[in-house]
Protein backbone atom coordinates (compact mmCIF):
# COMPACT_ATOMS: atom_id res chain seq x y z
CA UNK A 1 0.00 0.00 0.00
CA UNK A 2 2.52 2.58 1.02
CA UNK A 3 4.72 2.65 -2.33
CA UNK A 4 1.13 3.34 -4.42
CA UNK A 5 0.31 5.83 -1.97
CA UNK A 6 3.64 7.40 -1.77
CA UNK A 7 4.00 7.61 -5.67
CA UNK A 8 0.73 8.90 -5.29
CA UNK A 9 1.72 11.54 -3.28
CA UNK A 10 4.93 12.23 -4.38
CA UNK A 11 3.61 13.24 -8.20
CA UNK A 12 1.03 15.39 -6.66
CA UNK A 13 3.65 17.50 -4.96
CA UNK A 14 5.44 17.46 -8.38
CA UNK A 15 2.33 19.06 -9.85
CA UNK A 16 1.73 21.38 -7.43
CA UNK A 17 5.10 22.77 -7.30
CA UNK A 18 4.88 22.92 -11.21
CA UNK A 19 1.72 25.23 -10.70
CA UNK A 20 3.74 27.32 -8.02
CA UNK A 21 6.18 28.02 -10.62
CA UNK A 22 4.61 28.82 -13.32
CA UNK A 23 1.49 30.71 -12.57
CA UNK A 24 1.33 33.98 -11.02
CA UNK A 25 -2.07 34.43 -10.78
CA UNK A 26 -3.43 33.33 -7.52
CA UNK A 27 -7.15 32.56 -8.31
CA UNK A 28 -5.86 30.11 -11.86
CA UNK A 29 -2.97 28.43 -9.25
CA UNK A 30 -6.02 27.65 -7.15
CA UNK A 31 -8.48 26.50 -10.02
CA UNK A 32 -5.36 24.35 -11.58
CA UNK A 33 -4.24 22.72 -8.32
CA UNK A 34 -7.70 21.90 -6.71
CA UNK A 35 -8.61 20.76 -9.71
CA UNK A 36 -5.24 18.51 -9.66
CA UNK A 37 -5.76 17.44 -5.47
CA UNK A 38 -9.21 16.43 -6.44
CA UNK A 39 -8.27 14.06 -8.76
CA UNK A 40 -5.45 12.68 -6.72
CA UNK A 41 -8.08 12.13 -3.86
CA UNK A 42 -10.26 10.35 -6.27
CA UNK A 43 -7.21 8.16 -7.40
CA UNK A 44 -6.56 7.58 -3.43
CA UNK A 45 -10.13 6.66 -2.66
CA UNK A 46 -10.40 3.91 -5.27
CA UNK A 47 -7.01 2.34 -4.38
CA UNK A 48 -9.05 2.40 -0.54
CA UNK A 49 -12.07 1.15 -1.50
CA UNK A 50 -10.81 -1.58 -3.33
CA UNK A 51 -7.88 -2.00 -0.57
CA UNK A 52 -8.36 -4.29 2.69
CA UNK A 53 -6.72 -2.62 5.73
CA UNK A 54 -4.37 -5.25 7.51
CA UNK A 55 -5.32 -4.06 11.15
CA UNK A 56 -7.35 -1.19 12.57
CA UNK A 57 -3.82 -0.04 13.15
CA UNK A 58 -2.78 0.41 9.35
CA UNK A 59 -6.57 1.93 8.85
CA UNK A 60 -5.72 4.38 11.52
CA UNK A 61 -2.52 5.22 10.25
CA UNK A 62 -4.18 5.55 6.93
CA UNK A 63 -6.71 7.75 7.46
CA UNK A 64 -4.94 9.84 10.95
CA UNK A 65 -1.53 10.61 8.86
CA UNK A 66 -1.69 9.59 4.80
CA UNK A 67 -5.12 10.77 3.71
CA UNK A 68 -4.54 14.54 5.62
CA UNK A 69 -1.73 14.98 3.49
CA UNK A 70 -3.91 15.12 0.70
CA UNK A 71 -7.26 16.72 2.01
CA UNK A 72 -5.04 19.34 3.50
CA UNK A 73 -4.07 20.84 0.13
CA UNK A 74 -7.91 20.50 -0.69
CA UNK A 75 -8.66 22.60 2.16
CA UNK A 76 -5.89 25.19 1.78
CA UNK A 77 -6.45 25.84 -1.66
CA UNK A 78 -9.96 25.96 -1.81
CA UNK A 79 -9.93 28.38 0.86
CA UNK A 80 -7.33 30.49 -0.52
CA UNK A 81 -9.78 30.53 -3.75
CA UNK A 82 -13.04 31.55 -1.89
CA UNK A 83 -10.61 34.44 -0.32
CA UNK A 84 -9.20 35.45 -3.06
CA UNK A 85 -12.25 35.53 -5.40
CA UNK A 86 -13.88 38.03 -2.70
CA UNK A 87 -11.51 39.95 -2.56
CA UNK A 88 -12.71 43.53 -2.77
CA UNK A 89 -11.90 46.10 -5.49
CA UNK A 90 -11.58 49.77 -5.77
CA UNK A 91 -11.36 52.32 -2.44
CA UNK A 92 -8.78 52.94 -0.74
CA UNK A 93 -7.10 49.93 -1.73
CA UNK A 94 -4.50 49.08 1.35
CA UNK A 95 -6.75 49.66 3.84
CA UNK A 96 -9.91 48.01 1.80
CA UNK A 97 -7.33 44.63 1.13
CA UNK A 98 -5.75 45.04 5.13
CA UNK A 99 -9.84 45.04 6.58
CA UNK A 100 -10.56 42.51 3.99
CA UNK A 101 -7.66 39.89 5.05
CA UNK A 102 -7.88 40.62 8.65
CA UNK A 103 -11.54 40.07 8.90
CA UNK A 104 -10.55 36.75 6.97
CA UNK A 105 -8.46 35.77 9.62
CA UNK A 106 -11.27 36.16 12.23
CA UNK A 107 -13.55 34.06 9.95
CA UNK A 108 -10.79 31.11 10.05
CA UNK A 109 -9.72 31.87 13.57
CA UNK A 110 -13.38 31.20 14.92
CA UNK A 111 -13.69 28.51 12.44
CA UNK A 112 -10.80 26.42 14.53
CA UNK A 113 -11.81 27.78 17.72
CA UNK A 114 -14.70 25.95 17.25
CA UNK A 115 -13.07 22.31 16.54
CA UNK A 116 -10.63 23.22 19.46
CA UNK A 117 -11.23 19.99 21.06
CA UNK A 118 -10.29 17.83 17.68
CA UNK A 119 -7.49 19.76 16.93
CA UNK A 120 -5.90 20.24 20.31
CA UNK A 121 -6.42 15.99 20.52
CA UNK A 122 -4.52 15.90 16.99
CA UNK A 123 -1.87 18.21 17.06
CA UNK A 124 -0.74 16.82 20.47
CA UNK A 125 -0.21 13.06 19.17
CA UNK A 126 -2.76 11.69 21.23
CA UNK A 127 -3.91 8.39 20.12
CA UNK A 128 -6.81 7.33 22.72
CA UNK A 129 -9.40 8.20 20.59
CA UNK A 130 -7.96 6.99 17.12
CA UNK A 131 -10.29 4.32 16.68
CA UNK A 132 -13.45 6.67 17.39
CA UNK A 133 -12.06 9.56 15.13
CA UNK A 134 -10.08 7.25 12.16
CA UNK A 135 -11.92 3.91 11.69
CA UNK A 136 -14.87 3.87 9.14
CA UNK A 137 -17.72 3.14 10.88
CA UNK A 138 -16.97 3.87 14.70
CA UNK A 139 -18.51 7.46 14.67
CA UNK A 140 -20.20 8.34 17.76
CA UNK A 141 -22.47 11.17 18.11
CA UNK A 142 -21.02 11.77 21.18
CA UNK A 143 -17.97 13.56 19.50
CA UNK A 144 -19.94 16.51 17.57
CA UNK A 145 -18.56 15.51 14.25
CA UNK A 146 -19.18 18.03 11.54
CA UNK A 147 -20.89 15.38 8.20
CA UNK A 148 -17.82 15.76 6.56
CA UNK A 149 -16.43 13.26 8.96
CA UNK A 150 -18.72 10.43 7.53
CA UNK A 151 -17.53 10.69 3.72
Not at 2 to 11: A, G
Not at 73 to 101: A, T
Not at 118 to 140: A, E, I, P, T, V
Amino acid sequence: MTSKISQCLNNLHEQLNFIDLEIDNEIKKCENTIEITLKSIFNLKKFVINYKFKSEIEEIHFFKDIKPQFTSKLIYYNMVYKIEMKRPNGGNRVFVLKKYYNNELQKLKAYFDNKLDFYKYYRSGSSYLDYKYFLRGKYDIQLALDSYYFD
